[in-house]
Every structure is written in C-alpha cells, then in structure tokens.
C-alpha cells in the first residue's frame, strides 16, 4: 500500500518534469481563452505555429486577423504576444504579455505541441495500434526505471 503511494508521487512528479516549461505558463496565462482541441473565446491553437493566420476552420475571427496575411513564427508570435494592436490593428485578442521571458518560453511551448503534432499526423506514425510511439516511448520507459526503484527501495 505504502509502495503504491509513494509509486503514485514519484509518477505526478515524472509526468510534471516532463512537461514542457512553456505549458503551465499557456495554461495560466492563454488557458481562459484558449485551448489546443476546442474554441473557446479564442480560437484552438493546436498546430499554429507555422500556420497561417486566421486559418482555423471553426472560429470567426475578426476581418483584420483575416486579412493580416500573417503566417505564425518565432518573430511574428514574439510581436503578437508583445503587443496585438500593434501587429494587427484592430484584431479581436484582448491580451498581451507583459514579461519578454514568458513570451519566449509560451512560444517554445506552442513550436513544439505544434511539431508534435504533425509528428503524430505524420505518415510514420504507427496506423494500425493508434498509438502514437514516439511520444508514448520516453515515458513509459520512465515508468519502468521509476517501478524498479521503487521495487529497490522495498
Ligand atoms: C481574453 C481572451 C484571450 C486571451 C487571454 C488570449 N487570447 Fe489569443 N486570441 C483571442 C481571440 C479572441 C483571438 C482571435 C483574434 C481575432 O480574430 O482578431 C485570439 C487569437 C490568437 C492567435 C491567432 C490564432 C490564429 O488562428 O491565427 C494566437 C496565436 C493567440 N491568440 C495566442 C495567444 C496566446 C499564446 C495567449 C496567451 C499568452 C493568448 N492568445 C491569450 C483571445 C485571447
């Protein structure tokens, strides 16, 4: 019983180092407004980062996000982030971000969940399974080094 309680603990704490700095930050500071599997008063961001602008199929987004012509990198993310007014006069986000580092490290956040998803989509990804092997590996390898010390502190 004592063995599964601290298996328990010592899981939430591997599941929480491996998530990526930038999460917890959109999370706080994007999570109100936006999510990766739905709109919400904000459009979903799943795959933004290399997308175009305004280019969600499902969220009706303001003419002037439309006609931005922006496509979504480091450079434009780190201006939108910093000032939207200012990049797309007019645009429909009510929000910025104040500190240079959180904006750094929320658009590392949305470069990488953007990747790992066209990893997934990806033509290597495992068809038949439905499980997607590559991210799925380093964590359960995880579990498994995590289960024999636990196993040795016994
Ligand atoms: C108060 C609500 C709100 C918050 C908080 C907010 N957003 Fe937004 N966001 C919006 C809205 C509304 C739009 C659509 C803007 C438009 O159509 O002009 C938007 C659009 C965007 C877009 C463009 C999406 C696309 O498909 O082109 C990005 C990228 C984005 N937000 C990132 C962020 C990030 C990152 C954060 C957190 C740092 C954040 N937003 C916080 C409301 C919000």
Redesign the pocket.
């Known amino acids: 019983m004592r063995s599964c309680l601290i298996l328990g603990i010592v899981l939430a704490c591997v599941a929480h180092a491996q998530e990526p700095p930038g999460a917890e930050l ?1 999370r706080k ?2 999570g ?3 999510a990766m599997d739905r709109d919400k ?3 979903n ?1 799943k795959g ?1 980062y290399g ?6 199929e499902s ?1 009706p ?2 003419d ?2 439309r006609k931005s012509g922006i496509t ?1 990198n480091a450079a434009t ?1 780190e201006s ?2 910093a000032d939207p007014e200012k990049l ?1 006069p007019g ?5 910025h ?1 104040e500190s240079s580092a959180e904006r750094a490290l ?1 658009i590392a956040y ?1 470069k990488q969940s953007s990747a790992d998803q066209r990893t997934v989509r990806g033509p290597e990804a495992p068809s038949q399974s439905g499980v997607a092997r590559a991210p799925a590996a380093p964590r359960s390898q995880s579990i498994v080094t995590v289960t024999s010390s636990v196993n040795a502190v016994r």
């Open positions: 959109f500071r994007c109100g407004c936006h008063a904000g459009p961001l933004v997308r175009r602008a305004a280019s969600g969220f987004y303001s002037a996000l979504w993310l939108w982030l797309v645009n429909d986000m009510p929000f971000v929320i949305l």
